[in-house]
């Protein structure tokens, strides 16, 4: 089991943000934990590979302005946390 934690990760069409930060905590040292990041489209736009408890800042001034949904994929578990907005 994980958690996401940051103010930078909005539930609403409202936040949008320049980049997104992931706070990971509940995990184990060494269990390795995938982000993903897809458009409206389904294409994949990112990925980012990371090993225990830790924060990921993901800078997302590249990205189209638009829509983005996130996925946070463990050994265990997929977790859909939601979606963040591009200027």
Sequence with gaps: LFSVASDS???SEKTATSNVNFELSG???NQKTKISI???LG???NEVN???NTTVNIETSGYSAGMYF???QNENSVIEKGKFMVK
């Design 9 to 11: 990760v909005g539930d």
């Design 70 to 72: 996130y996925q946070l």
């Design 38 to 40: 897809y458009n409206t």
């Design 50 to 52: 990371v090993s225990g």
């Design 43 to 45: 294409e994949k736009v």
């Design 27 to 29: 995990l184990e040292i």
